[in-house]
């Protein structure tokens, strides 16, 4: 049964955009007929594909508005989508605002006769950092409570969500994925002299750089770990904490060693000839950056924290400490990188871990969510 899905997502390089796009496109090649609604094209959305459709959200400035009502335009969006197109089903990634303006979109369609479920997928930072905020909490409970079902992208994402919010509903979890076999093709040569040395070990990180992802920690570690053998950091994303951080390398007088890249369509490639990650988080629901560096084959050295451990596996795709303990982090980075036979399993482990999170398998848990909630749905129409 191929159904009209509406998904609204963050359109920006963040893992939750990412995430609802590759999924939109997985279903889309599967047959069912996928619009996003979002106020700009995502970023992964760059190829045509059949079955997928790209609406803009408008937000007209006036005067009078200190703040442009993107929720009151999305939902508006969303009403006349649904309508023109008969979508039968919304899926919202980040509940902030997105889950709060489905939710409105839902009750005027309800009003015109259209009943269409939504579901919520909770992607981390709308749950540990903003939806916490005593002034968006309730808002943020309310429209979880009030989602047809909700899925969160890790056991530690549902375990906060239930810990900080009185939630009513059952939360699904729904793990991130990677298609491995999209990345196995997608280069033959890794291009490493890009960017390094040939005796150079190449490091990795990507984010957007801000405090939450401890990228000082990152500098650290690897400050350590040029003291000990020729390498190059290699930084990718962009956000406020960079001008600080151009600041320390040169501090630490290793300015020519790092290298940062900014916002890059080319993560793959970064990834292709990277020999090491590295991903220190204060919080992390899950970590896609890390699934992406694992399937490309490269060790991760992580912090613990919120999803981390169900991704980066100890010992086996890489390490994990506690956040900020930099100390072990460099240690256990220098153990694998030291050791070319070392470094090698730890490679091909990570590459094999990674394929837990096949697109292939993890795709059809949304599809089931999508058709219990059409059928729920149904059952409460008969029920009027
Ligand atoms: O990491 C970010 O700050 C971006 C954020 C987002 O919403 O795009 O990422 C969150 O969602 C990703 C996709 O589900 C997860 O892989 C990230 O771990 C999560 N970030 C945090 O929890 C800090």
Do not use: W
């Not at 889309?28 to 609604?37: P, S, W, Y």
């Not at 709308?126 to 899925?151: C, E, M, Q, R």
């Amino acid at each position: 049964m191929y159904m009209k899905i509406a998904i609204v997502c963050y359109p920006t390089f963040g893992g939750s955009g990412v995430v609802a796009t590759e999924l939109g496109i997985a279903l889309a090649e599967k047959g069912h007929e996928i619009h996003f609604i979002t106020y700009k094209q995502p970023v992964r959305l760059q190829l045509l594909h059949s079955n997928v459709h790209y609406h803009e959200v408008m937000v007209p400035s006036y005067p009078l508005f200190h703040y442009q009502p993107y929720e009151l335009a999305l939902s508006s969006k969303l009403v006349n989508m649904a309508k023109l197109h008969e979508i039968e089903l919304v899926h919202v990634h980040y509940a902030i605002p997105h889950a709060y303006a489905g939710y409105m979109a839902k009750q005027m369609l309800a009003e015109e006769g259209i009943f269409i479920p939504m579901v919520t997928t909770l992607h981390g930072t709308d749950i540990t950092l903003v939806g916490n905020h005593p002034f968006y909490k309730p808002a943020v409970t309310f429209s979880i409570n009030n989602s047809d079902a909700v899925t969160s992208v890790s056991q530690s994402l549902k375990d906060d969500t239930l810990r900080l919010f009185d939630i009513k509903k059952e939360i699904h979890v729904v793990p991130n994925f990677i298609d491995t076999k999209k990345l196995d093709n997608s280069f033959s040569d890794c291009e490493r002299d890009l960017i390094a040395c040939a005796d150079e070990k190449i490091i990795t990180h990507i984010s957007n750089i801000r405090k939450v992802k401890r990228v000082d920690d990152v500098i650290e570690i690897f400050d350590r770990i040029q003291q000990k053998m020729p390498a190059k950091l290699v930084i990718v994303g962009d956000g406020p904490e960079k001008k600080s951080l151009e600041i320390l390398c040169k501090n630490k007088g290793i300015t020519s060693k790092v290298l940062f890249v900014g916002n890059s369509h080319e993560v793959d490639k970064i990834l292709c000839f990277s020999d090491m990650f590295i991903l220190p988080s204060e919080h992390e629901s899950f970590g896609l950056v890390a699934l992406e560096a694992m399937a490309c084959g490269v060790p991760v050295i992580s912090s613990n924290a919120g999803g981390l451990p169900e991704v980066n596996i100890q010992g086996e795709s890489g390490f994990l400490s506690d956040v900020g303990n930099v100390d072990e982090m460099s240690e256990n980075a220098i153990k694998i990188l030291q050791d070319p036979e070392i470094l090698l399993k730890f490679k091909k482990k990570a590459k094999l871990i990674a394929k837990r999170f096949e697109t292939k398998m993890i795709v059809p848990l949304y599809e089931d969510i999508y058709k219990n909630a059409l059928n729920g749905l149904s059952v409460k129409k008969n029920n009027l």
